[in-house]
């Protein structure tokens, strides 16, 4: 009978260790799975903090760039010009800022020298750059944040900006390296990339008319364009920018609507004719020549928008783009001091970046070549801007993490500042007043009677 009772006592103690064990192992699963979940963390915040440090560090350098673009600008505005060769004696000369600048081949401590810039061992690699720190020997920073290679460019293949409510106009002066402003046959405006919304939503189409869609979950259309053209002779009269005179005009806009349908944008004619087709079935691009522009400073000519096809399945960085074949302007060739583009956003919205390019050949920037054995090959016809705008690449670390930066500075010219506006009313609503008196000058359906 004791037996027995020493028997059961052992089957239950044998149940209670399995239970213990059991729970012992769940409760070392469940404490593993959260630490894991914990170093995940922390791995993934120590990268997060490294990655922010090292854009900052990019970001520093930029900010080190501006300064040397005024130093440089500096040098140009007193006269002096670049010298032929640098050298290493510690006392960097205008001649030599200039130098740097404009050489062609860029070294990633140019913005360094320029500064007089402390250039150090950044790891124990021997990589050299510039400490981001408030002691110039490093000590300072934990996570050795140092800009690694800096490079300034004033030679440019495009001109890149934004349009948005803010700013809904940009003008773009065309300066150019090695080639007069007669030189340009064409350009290629490209607009609204992958940055400029997450959810692409294309204008719906109704009853003729563009309806601009709700700007919800962040979703937003490719916007309306409109691109203006301003140019002159050697000498011109103020009247010549109020007709085309012949086959020359000295001023031209284009308005350009983007759509995803594409059976839509290759109707010919479009029905109904609430546009003029864009689309070339034969390029297959957007494609609008010279007509276009003198037809638009034509006041006895009936004016459409342009209805461009966008395709989003391209691969391309820009969603829309459209080249335009330019006018000669009126008695003369073109001047390169008087030679513009203004381009806007009509609607004011959405906001989107843009690209123009500036090329040497009727056929557009790029064109298609045959060889003899019959393959095909592409040649660039791009014109590159010299002093248009400046062209920062800035690379920043921090430990060994790497970001890199490329942003564009705007080169105003001080002396000689565009107007946004033809007319600005300052003040609000009450205040700001505009009394209009119109009149019609001509009618486009009625030109037998003249203007």
Excluded at 97 to 113: G, H, L, N, Q, R
Excluded at 133 to 141: F, H, M
Excluded at 356 to 368: A, I, L, P, R
Aim: one cysteine or more; aromatic letters at 10%.
């Amino acid at each position: 009978m004791i037996k027995g009772k020493l028997k059961n006592r052992f089957k239950k103690g044998a149940a209670s260790f399995y239970v213990v064990a059991f729970s012992t192992l769940i409760l070392v699963i469940i404490a593993a799975s959260f630490a894991a979940i914990i170093i995940s963390e922390i791995a993934r915040t120590s990268n997060d903090d490294l990655a922010q440090s090292a854009y900052d560090s990019a970001l520093a350098g930029v900010e080190d760039a501006k300064v040397a673009i005024y130093n440089y600008r500096n040098c140009i505005e007193q006269g002096f010009t670049a010298s032929a060769n640098i050298d290493d004696d510690g006392v960097l000369t205008c001649g030599e800022i200039i130098k740097y600048v404009e050489s062609d081949e860029k070294s990633c401590d140019m913005v360094a020298k320029i500064l007089n810039r402390s250039i150090t061992s950044v790891d124990d690699d021997g990589d050299m750059g510039v400490f981001i720190s408030e002691k110039s020997d490093g000590n300072n920073n934990n996570m050795r944040q140092a800009y690694t290679c800096v490079k300034i460019s004033t030679k440019l293949s495009d001109y890149r900006s934004t349009l948005s409510s803010a700013n809904p106009i940009k003008i773009v002066p065309v300066k150019l390296d090695g080639k007069n402003a007669s030189d340009i046959k064409a350009v290629r405006i490209s607009w609204f990339s992958d940055s400029d919304s997450a959810l692409v939503k294309y204008l719906n189409f109704k009853n003729s008319r563009v309806l601009f869609p709700a700007l919800t979950l962040g979703a937003s259309a490719p916007p309306t364009i409109s691109v203006t053209l301003v140019q002159t002779a050697g000498t011109f009269s103020f009247s010549h920018f109020d007709n085309t005179i012949g086959d020359r005009t000295d001023r031209g806009t284009i308005f350009l609507v983007p759509t995803n349908d594409y059976a839509r944008a290759i109707a010919e004619p479009l029905s109904p004719a609430t546009y003029v087709r864009a689309y070339n079935t034969d390029r297959s691009e957007n494609y609008i020549n010279k007509n276009a522009f003198l037809k638009s400073n034509d006041k006895t000519a009936k004016n459409l928008p342009y209805l461009a096809y966008c395709n989003n399945d391209s691969g391309n960085e820009f969603l829309c783009s459209a080249t335009l074949q330019l006018p000669e302007p009126v008695d003369g060739d073109r001047n390169n001091d008087t030679f513009l583009f203004a381009v806007s956003l009509p609607y004011g919205r959405p906001a989107t970046s843009f690209a123009m390019e500036f090329c040497d050949s009727n056929d557009g920037c790029v064109t298609k070549v045959i060889a003899d054995d019959g393959s095909e090959s592409t040649e660039s016809h791009v014109v590159h801007l010299d002093g248009v705008q400046v062209g920062v690449d800035s690379t920043g670390r921090a430990n060994d993490l790497f970001r890199r930066v490329e942003t564009r500075l705007e080169s105003t010219d001080a002396a000689f500042p565009y107007p946004l506006y033809a007319l600005q009313l300052l003040g609000d609503d009450n205040t700001s007043l505009l009394k209009k008196d119109l009149k019609t000058i001509c009618e486009w359906n009625f030109p037998e009677r003249g203007c």
